[in-house]
């Protein structure tokens, strides 16, 4: 029998980091960006950021894209997940006008990658929608699908003869619940009850587009792979009783099953045990037609099967239980699950209030899904740890997070499950949405008080190099020095 110390990861599988375009690069307005929907929010209602900051400069990656390829070579990256700001490709938001300079940029970036054997990992959306499309219902218009496949067509055209890797969105249930059902995201609709599911169906119907679109016109002479990213946390019922059983069940179709059913699955549509209760608390709630909007045939079809993988961003879990004596708000997608989640107090606690470390909740997400799902490819597309900001470059919690999760990924490949790669949230500390610059997920630290935004490799980031030269988790491990170097080759 092997001992954990010999157990290693393929040498193909892709080590990564990841970050995002609104959280990274700032140049807000540079040349004929336009504007999207969280420059909007921060500008007019600063006050809804925990700090009152914004994304107006972030990590200044326009302007020091050079520094964070050469980061990615410090720690010898295989991969480096990144977002394109979809307003700084087209500052409309329609593809009649598409801007040199916003593609130019994005060239550049991709070169400097390519140049040092960096696999790009491009997410098409990840939040940034422009202010122009969100001023006409943005994910609730029927149109939407359109929008972003002719969006995607021109990111193909212009970079997919070095991108290989295409991610349509990043994490649907954060566009969806918490921009459209809530006011936890931009741009904080609060529909309750009704966004989330709206746009859901706008969502999953935009990826097949963008997806066909590659798979008949573009993946023939570029030959990539095209999938989508869904945040995907662990949720097992509390107890095992009946009750919970079926409240953790209703919670995660409500959570991803509303978005990874309609694609992953054999039958395709949204997941049927929530399908049904939405509609049956919709009559009790005097709608004339249930909340959630239903597919076609036709639009069933289109959409089942459009993918070439499954992109997993985990980070936690959460316990289930049946609602007792909860008051939900009346309509919501919560109200709609009847259930309730809490979390052990010995599990450890990060700098962000929902992120504690669970045990082996990668190895149970994925097992989940693989069975359910009839084993797709899979990646994990981000998983990552918070400090504050007062915690500085020693980072041995995120470190323990670190190898425990790899630890987890590794019993995924001893299981059989086909994953193929890990990218850390984050390359660097960034704009963490609501959290503004309060909440740090960087392997690199970012002063954000110094106008040229010197990046700073955390103890974490000589850790994470170690694992990704060795292809081992050495638990004993102790970096010599803070130094770090560029390793001969990369
Ligand atoms: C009794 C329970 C106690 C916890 C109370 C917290 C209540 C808040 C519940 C919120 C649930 C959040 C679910 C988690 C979502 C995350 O997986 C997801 N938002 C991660 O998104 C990515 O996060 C990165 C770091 O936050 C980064 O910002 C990136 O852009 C996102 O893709």
């Not at 598409?98 to 390519?114: H, L, R």
């Not at 084993?375 to 020693?394: H, K, Q």
Request: glycine share 6%; proline share 5%; net charge negative.
């Amino acid at each position: 029998a092997s001992t954990r110390q010999e157990r290693r990861f393929p040498d193909d599988f892709l080590f990564g980091t990841a970050t995002a375009s609104y959280q990274i690069e700032g140049g807000w307005n540079a040349d004929d960006k336009g504007e999207n929907i969280w420059d909007r929010m921060t500008h007019t209602k600063p006050n809804v950021i925990k700090d009152v900051s914004n994304g107006d400069i972030a990590a200044d990656t326009y302007n020091n894209y050079k520094r964070d390829v050469e980061m990615m070579r410090e720690l010898g990256l295989d991969a480096y997940r990144f977002s394109l700001s979809w307003s700084r490709i087209l500052p409309n938001g329609l593809s009649n006008k598409v801007s040199e300079a916003g593609v130019a940029f994005y060239n550049n970036y991709i070169n400097e990658m390519v140049k040092y054997g960096i696999t790009p990992m491009v997410t098409l959306y990840h939040w940034d929608l422009p202010q122009k499309l969100q001023d006409l219902g943005g994910f609730a218009n029927p149109l939407f699908p359109d929008w972003f496949e002719d969006y995607a067509r021109v990111v193909y055209e212009q970079f997919g003869d070095r991108v290989k890797h295409w991610i349509t969105f990043n994490e649907p249930r954060e566009i969806c619940y918490e921009g459209y059902d809530s006011t936890t995201k931009a741009p904080i609709l609060n529909a309750t009850g009704i966004g989330a599911y709206l746009c859901a169906k706008n969502l999953v119907l935009a990826h097949a587009k963008a997806y066909y679109a590659y798979k008949n016109d573009f993946a023939p002479s570029q030959d990539g792979q095209c999938g989508i990213t869904i945040s995907v946390n662990w949720f097992p019922p509390l107890t095992d009783s009946k009750e919970d059983e079926i409240a953790a069940e209703l919670y995660r179709q409500a959570e991803w099953g509303i978005y990874a059913e309609p694609i992953f699955s054999a039958e395709g549509g949204f997941p049927k045990e929530l399908s049904e209760k939405v509609a049956q608390m919709s009559m009790e709630q005097g709608y004339p037609r249930s909340r959630m909007p239903e597919f076609t045939d036709e639009e069933r079809e289109f959409v089942r099967g459009a993918t070439d993988f499954f992109g997993v961003n985990h980070y936690t879990a959460f316990l289930v239980s049946a609602a007792k004596d909860t008051e939900f708000i009346v309509p919501s997608v919560y109200g709609d699950t009847g259930a309730v989640t809490s979390v052990p107090d010995d599990w450890p606690k990060s700098a962000s209030r929902w992120l504690t470390q669970a045990p082996d909740s990668i190895l149970n997400a994925l097992t989940h899904l693989n069975n359910k799902y009839n084993s797709p490819i899979f990646y994990i597309t981000e998983n990552g740890w918070s400090t504050r900001v007062e915690d500085g470059l020693e980072d041995d919690d995120r470190i323990r997070y670190y190898r425990a999760a790899l630890e987890s990924a590794l019993d995924v490949l001893d299981a059989g499950i086909t994953l193929k790669g890990y990218m850390a949230w984050s390359l660097m500390d960034n704009f963490e949405w609501m959290e503004g610059y309060t909440e740090r997920f960087g392997l690199y630290e970012v002063d954000f008080e110094d106008p040229a935004r010197s990046r700073t490799p955390r103890k974490s980031a000589f850790v994470y190099k170690q694992i990704i030269k060795t292809r081992v988790i050495d638990h004993e491990y102790e970096p010599e020095t803070r130094t770090m170097t560029i390793d001969e080759g990369k």
